[in-house]
C-alpha cells in the first residue's frame, strides 16, 4: 500500500512539471457559540395563570428572537451581508422593521464589522416578563437583554470592547414571535451609540414613538 501511494504522488508530482500543491490558507475562526441566559421569567396573566408548558415554551420562543438578533447583529461575520444585516433585521415586524433597518448603526455593529475578524461573546444576560390573555395564552412580552463581547481587528494587539443593552417588546405575528418596539443603549470601545423603535401596546398593534429618533 505504501508502495502504491507514493507512486501515485509521483505520478501527479511529475506531471505537474515538479511543482508541489500551494500550501493551503489560513482557515477561517470558527463562529462561537452563542445564547442568552435567562435570568428570570415572569408571567402576567390577565385571568387564567397560564400553564407551566406554556410559559416555558413560550420564553424558549422569545429566547430564540434575541438568540438569533444577536448572532446575526454581531457574532457571526457571515450574516453581516457588508452591513446590511438581513438576517437580524428579519427579527423585527411591521413599522418597526422600517424603523429597525434606519437604527442598524445602533441596534448591530453596524460599519465597525468591516474592521473585526471575529467577535467573542463574553456575557448574555435576559429578563423576560410575558403577558397572558384571559384564556391563558401568551401575547406580548418585554425583555430586557446585556451584550457584552470582544472584538477582533486585524493587526490590533488588543480587543475591542462591545457592550449593548435593550429593552424590546416582541409580539406574535403571523405565527412567530417579533420585535415591534425596541430602545437600545450600545457602546464600542469610546463610541456610544442609542436608539428608539416603534412602541406598541401589549394587545395593540406598533405605533411610532412621538420623537421617532434616537435620544
Do not use: C
Request: glycine content about 10%; hydrophobic content about 40%.
Amino acid at each position: 500500500m505504501l508502495l502504491v501511494a507514493i507512486s501515485v504522488f509521483l505520478f501527479f508530482f511529475l506531471r505537474d512539471g515538479g511543482a508541489l500543491p500551494p500550501p493551503l490558507g489560513p482557515e477561517e475562526p470558527e463562529v462561537p457559540e452563542f445564547s442568552f441566559v435567562v435570568k428570570n421569567a415572569t408571567a402576567f396573566p390577565l385571568a387564567r395563570k397560564p400553564r407551566i408548558r406554556t410559559h416555558r415554551k413560550a420564553v424558549e420562543q422569545v429566547k430564540g428572537v434575541l438568540d438569533r438578533f444577536y448572532v446575526a447583529g454581531f457574532i457571526d461575520p457571515g450574516q453581516w451581508e457588508d452591513g446590511r444585516f438581513t438576517a437580524a433585521l428579519e427579527q423585527f415586524a411591521g413599522p418597526t422593521a422600517r424603523e429597525a433597518r434606519r437604527d442598524l448603526p445602533d441596534l448591530t455593529l453596524g460599519k465597525t464589522a468591516i474592521w473585526l475578524n471575529l467577535v467573542t461573546p463574553e456575557e448574555g444576560v435576559l429578563r423576560i416578563t410575558l403577558l397572558y390573555e384571559r384564556a391563558g395564552n401568551p401575547v406580548a412580552a418585554i425583555v430586557k437583554a446585556r451584550f457584552e463581547a470582544a472584538g477582533d481587528v486585524a493587526g490590533e494587539p488588543q480587543d475591542v470592547s462591545i457592550k449593548h443593552s435593550g429593552e424590546y417588546i416582541l409580539r406574535r405575528v403571523s405565527g412567530r414571535w417579533a420585535i415591534v418596539g425596541y430602545r437600545v443603549l450600545g457602546k464600542i470601545a469610546e463610541q456610544s451609540v442609542a436608539a428608539t423603535g416603534g412602541s406598541p401596546s401589549p394587545t395593540g398593534p406598533g405605533t411610532r414613538s412621538p420623537e421617532g429618533t434616537a435620544p
